[in-house]
C-alpha cells in the first residue's frame, strides 16, 4: 500500500521534517505547538478540510524518531461536519533516510481511539477519495512497515443501500507492510447494523486474518488468503427477526492504488442464519471477480441456499456464466439457470428458471423473459403433481424483501395467465390475479372405489392450507372440473388471513344456472364455521340436488336463495349444525318417484277405497312423475333440520300443497302433501272438494310414500252428510212452501 503521494501525510511528514531538523538530538520530546497554526493553515489549504488539534503535539527524537498528536478531529472538505478524530495518533520516522538525505520515510502509524465515518455514495465513490489523490513525486516517501489501529470505531453510511454499518472496539494490525513477501493483517472486533444514537438492529463478532503483498512498481496490493469470519451475538431487533448468524468470507483479493479501488480476485462466501423458525444455509462462489475502470465483470458465479423449518424446507441452486455491468449501476447476465424446491408434509414445489438475470445494488433482481417449468402437488392432491410451464418478468427484491412475478403460458395443459406478488419472506403476505382456461382436478383427488361414495361424511376437512396463509386477490377458471362437478366462468375475489377465507363476491355458471354471492370458512374457532350465501337463477334443480344432496327427487328449472351457515370439521357435523333459509321456485318441471294425478284418478275409480280400506305403503318409482308448471317452497334450517310449511304445486289437473321436515344429518324426510283435483276433469269429478293427503318418509334420495285413503274416505263421508243435510233442509223447505200454498187456496 503505496501512500508516498498521499496530501495529508505529505504535510505532515514534511512538517516533521523540518522540525526534525531544527531541533536535532536534544531533548526526548519537543514541543511544536508555535507551529501548530501553520499545519492547521497547510491542511486547508491542500484538501479544504478542517484540522483541529486540540491536545498536545510533540516530536520524539529519540529511540526512533516520530511525530505525536493528540485529540486530533479532522472534517469533511469544506463542512464543519467530523470526518475523522483519534485520541492520540503516532507517526513513525525512519531515521538513517532523515539524517543523511533528509527524506522522510514513514515506517509507523498507530490510532488509538479513532473515529472514522465513512460513506459510500450512490455513484461508488467514497468521502475520502481526495484524501487518497495522487501528486507529483518529492521528497515524501510512504514505506510503511507497521499500521495499528487500537479500539478504533469504523461507521460506514451505504448512501445506495440506505443502512449503516459500524465497527466498534476495532483492533487491526498491519504488519511488514513494506515487505512484499511476509505483509500480514490481524483484525478483531464488532460490527454493528443500525442507525447511530437507536437500538442496535443487530451486532457480530468480527475476526480476520490474511496475507498482504504490495508491488511498488505497478502500485498494487494483493490481499492473499483471507479468511474473515463473523458470528452474531445477542438478538437482533424485532424487524430483522434473525439469530445464530455466521458468516465466513475466503479468497483472495487484488487492489489498485490510483484510487483505492478493488479490480478483481475471487471469493467464497458461507453463511447460516436463522430467522423466526427458518435456518438457513448460503454458499456464494465467486471465481472470477474483475474490476477494469468503471465495469465489473463476475464469470461463473454459482449459489446455493436451503432453508429447513418446522414445516417443511427449501432450496435453490443457480448458476449464472457471466455477470457484467457498471461498478455500481446494473449487472447482466444473458443467461441464468435456476432451480427451486419447496417441500413440507402437506405441499411440494419444484420450479425451474431459465432466464435474463439483472442485479442492482447487490439486492435487486429482474428476470426479463423467463421461462419457468415446474409442478405443483400437495396432500389434497394425492394422485400426481399438477404441471406448468410459463412465461414472463421477475423481479426479487431483497432489502425490500418482495418477489413478483408476471406469467403467461400453461397450467395443468391449459392457458393461463398470472401476476402473484410476496411480501415478507419469513410471514409471507401474497397478492395475486389468475386467469386459467380450465382445470381438471379430478386426476389428482384421491381414488374412489366404484360404487362407492365419492365423499366420506365422517372424514374431517383438511384445512391444512389456512394455517399461515395471508393472501388477497382475483381467481378466474373457465372451466373447474371435480369427478361429476363441472363448474364454468367461476371468478371470486378472494382474502384469506388469520385462517379465514371470504370469497366476495363470487359469480359462476353452475347447473346451466348463473350463481352469485360469497362464501366465507372461519377456521380460527375450535370448529370451522362455515357460511355459503347465495342466488341460483335459471339453474337444473336435479343435478343440484343430486350433487349437493345426493338426491334426485325433482326436475325442472328455476331459482334458489340460500343463506346457511354451518359449524364443524364433517360434512357430518355441517348437516347436524346447519341453520339458516332457503327459497325455491321452480317452473315447468316435475317431482319424480310419484305420479300423484295416477294416484287420484286410481282412487277416484276404485269404490274400494270409498269403503275406508287404505293402500299398502308403495316404494318410490324414480320412472314415476308428477309434472307441475310452478313449485314455490321455503324452508328453515335449524340444527341440520328444515322445516317447510308452505310448498305450493301448480299442476295441469291438480293442486299441491303441504309441509314437513327434512332431517340432513340422517338424510330423511317427514312430509306430508295434500293433492286435490281439478273439479273441470270428467275422470276426477268425484274428487272435488276434497284433498288426497300422500305421506313421504324414509331415505332422502328414495322415500316411501303411503296415500292416507282413510283421511278421504272421512272426507268423502262428511261430504254426504253435508249433501244429505243440505238435500234434507231443501225438502223440508220445498214441503214448507207447498204446504203455504195449499193453506192460501183454502
Keep these: 500500500m503505496d501512500w508516498r503521494h498521499n496530501r495529508l501525510f505529505r504535510i505532515v511528514l514534511l512538517l516533521a521534517v523540518t522540525l526534525v531538523t531544527l531541533v536535532g538530538v536534544v531533548p526526548y520530546f519537543v514541543s511544536i505547538d508555535p507551529v501548530r497554526a501553520e499545519l492547521v493553515a497547510q491542511i486547508a489549504k491542500s484538501t479544504h478540510r478542517k484540522l483541529d488539534i486540540r491536545g498536545d503535539a510533540h516530536v520524539i527524537v529519540l529511540p526512533r524518531p516520530a511525530l505525536l498528536l493528540n485529540d486530533v478531529v479532522l472534517t469533511e472538505p469544506g463542512s464543519s461536519e467530523v470526518f475523522a478524530r483519534a485520541d492520540r495518533i503516532k507517526v513513525g520516522l525512519a531515521l538513517w533516510p532523515l539524517l543523511a538525505r533528509g527524506e522522510a520515510l514513514v515506517r509507523e502509524l498507530v490510532f488509538d481511539g479513532a473515529m472514522l465515518a465513512a460513506v459510500r455514495r450512490e455513484d461508488g465513490s467514497y468521502n475520502f477519495d481526495d484524501l487518497l489523490a495522487q501528486s507529483g513525486g518529492d521528497r515524501l516517501q510512504f514505506g510503511v512497515e507497521h499500521l495499528r489501529f487500537r479500539s478504533a470505531n469504523l461507521r460506514l453510511y451505504d448512501e445506495f443501500l440506505g443502512n449503516n454499518l459500524r465497527l466498534s472496539g476495532l483492533d487491526a494490525r498491519f504488519e511488514n507492510l513494506a515487505d512484499p513477501k511476509n505483509g500480514h493483517l490481524d483484525l478483531s472486533g464488532s460490527l454493528v447494523v443500525g442507525k447511530e444514537g437507536k437500538a442496535e438492529d443487530w451486532r457480530g463478532r468480527l475476526s480476520g486474518s490474511a496475507a498482504m503483498r504490495y508491488s511498488a512498481n505497478d502500485r498494487r496490493l494483493l490481499v492473499a488468503d483471507l479468511d474473515v469470519r463473523l458470528q452474531q451475538e445477542g438478538t437482533s431487533s424485532e424487524a430483522l427477526r434473525i439469530a445464530n448468524t455466521s458468516l465466513s468470507v475466503t479468497g483472495n483479493l487484488i487492489y489498485g492504488w490510483r484510487p483505492l479501488r478493488l479490480t478483481g480476485g475471487e471469493l467464497k462466501l458461507a453463511g447460516e442464519v436463522q430467522r423466526a423458525d427458518q435456518k438457513w444455509k448460503t454458499e456464494i462462489d465467486l471465481p472470477e471477480i474483475r474490476f477494469k475502470e468503471s465495469r465489473l465483470d463476475l464469470g461463473r458465479l454459482k449459489l446455493q441456499a436451503a432453508m429447513q423449518s418446522p414445516s417443511g424446507g427449501f432450496s435453490v441452486q443457480a448458476q449464472v456464466p457471466a455477470l457484467a455491468g457498471e461498478r455500481y449501476g446494473v449487472l447482466r447476465a444473458d443467461t441464468a439457470q435456476i432451480e427451486m424446491k419447496l417441500t413440507s408434509p402437506e405441499q411440494n414445489l419444484a420450479l425451474a428458471f431459465s432466464s435474463p438475470l439483472e442485479l442492482l445494488g447487490g439486492t435487486q433482481i429482474s428476470l426479463p423473459g423467463y421461462r419457468l417449468e415446474g409442478s405443483y402437488g400437495n396432500r389434497n392432491l394425492p394422485r400426481g403433481v399438477i404441471p406448468f410451464d410459463l412465461q414472463g418478468d421477475g423481479k426479487l427484491d431483497l432489502r425490500g424483501e418482495y418477489a413478483e412475478l408476471v406469467s403467461r403460458g400453461t397450467l395443468d395443459r391449459a392457458p393461463v395467465s398470472a401476476s402473484v406478488r410476496v411480501d415478507d419472506f419469513v410471514a409471507p403476505r401474497y397478492k395475486f390475479d389468475v386467469d386459467l382456461a380450465k382445470l381438471?382436478?379430478?386426476?389428482?383427488?384421491?381414488?374412489?372405489?366404484?360404487?362407492?361414495?365419492?365423499?366420506?361424511?365422517?372424514?374431517?376437512?383438511?384445512?391444512?392450507?389456512?394455517?399461515?396463509?395471508?393472501?388477497?386477490?382475483?381467481?378466474?377458471?373457465?372451466?373447474?372440473?371435480?369427478?361429476?362437478?363441472?363448474?364454468?366462468?367461476?371468478?371470486?375475489?378472494?382474502?384469506?388471513?388469520?385462517?379465514?377465507?371470504?370469497?366476495?363476491?363470487?359469480?359462476?355458471?353452475?347447473?346451466?344456472?348463473?350463481?352469485?354471492g360469497r362464501a366465507e370458512v372461519d377456521a380460527s374457532r375450535r370448529a370451522p364455521a362455515w357460511r355459503l350465501q347465495q342466488r341460483l337463477t335459471n339453474m337444473n334443480i336435479n343435478a343440484l340436488l343430486t350433487d349437493t344432496m345426493q338426491t334426485s327427487r325433482f326436475e325442472g328449472r328455476g331459482h334458489l336463495d340460500l343463506d346457511v351457515a354451518a359449524v364443524g370439521r364433517k360434512i357430518s357435523d355441517l348437516r347436524k349444525t346447519a341453520g339458516g333459509g332457503v327459497r325455491l321456485v321452480l317452473n315447468k318441471g316435475a317431482i319424480r318417484g310419484i305420479d300423484v294425478e295416477s294416484v287420484l284418478r286410481a282412487a277416484n275409480r276404485q269404490l274400494k277405497l270409498l269403503n275406508g280400506e287404505n293402500a299398502p305403503v308403495q316404494q318410490a318409482n324414480l320412472d314415476a312423475r308428477t309434472s307441475f308448471s310452478e313449485l314455490r317452497a321455503s324452508l328453515v334450517l335449524r340444527h341440520g333440520v328444515a322445516s317447510n310449511n308452505d310448498l305450493a304445486v301448480t299442476a295441469g289437473v291438480l293442486k299441491l300443497k303441504g309441509g314437513g321436515t327434512i332431517n340432513l344429518d340422517a338424510s330423511s324426510l317427514d312430509y306430508a302433501v295434500k293433492a286435490s283435483a281439478n273439479p273441470k276433469v270428467p275422470e276426477l269429478a268425484e274428487l272435488a272438494g276434497l284433498e288426497l293427503p300422500i305421506l313421504f318418509s324414509g331415505a332422502l334420495s328414495a322415500p316411501d310414500y303411503k296415500v292416507d285413503y282413510a283421511s278421504l274416505r272421512e272426507q268423502i263421508v262428511a261430504r254426504k252428510k253435508v249433501q244429505e243435510e243440505a238435500k234434507a233442509r231443501a225438502a223440508k223447505k220445498s214441503t214448507s212452501r207447498a204446504k203455504k200454498k195449499t193453506d192460501k187456496k183454502k
Design 440 to 516: 381438471d382436478l379430478s386426476p389428482y383427488l384421491p381414488a374412489v372405489a366404484e360404487n362407492a361414495k365419492a365423499i366420506n361424511p365422517d372424514e374431517p376437512f383438511d384445512l391444512w392450507w389456512l394455517d399461515k396463509l395471508e393472501a388477497q386477490g382475483i381467481l378466474k377458471i373457465g372451466e373447474l372440473v371435480m369427478r361429476r362437478l363441472h363448474v364454468n366462468n367461476l371468478s371470486g375475489k378472494l382474502a384469506v388471513s388469520k385462517r379465514k377465507f371470504v370469497v366476495d363476491p363470487l359469480f359462476a355458471t353452475i347447473y346451466e344456472g348463473q350463481l352469485t
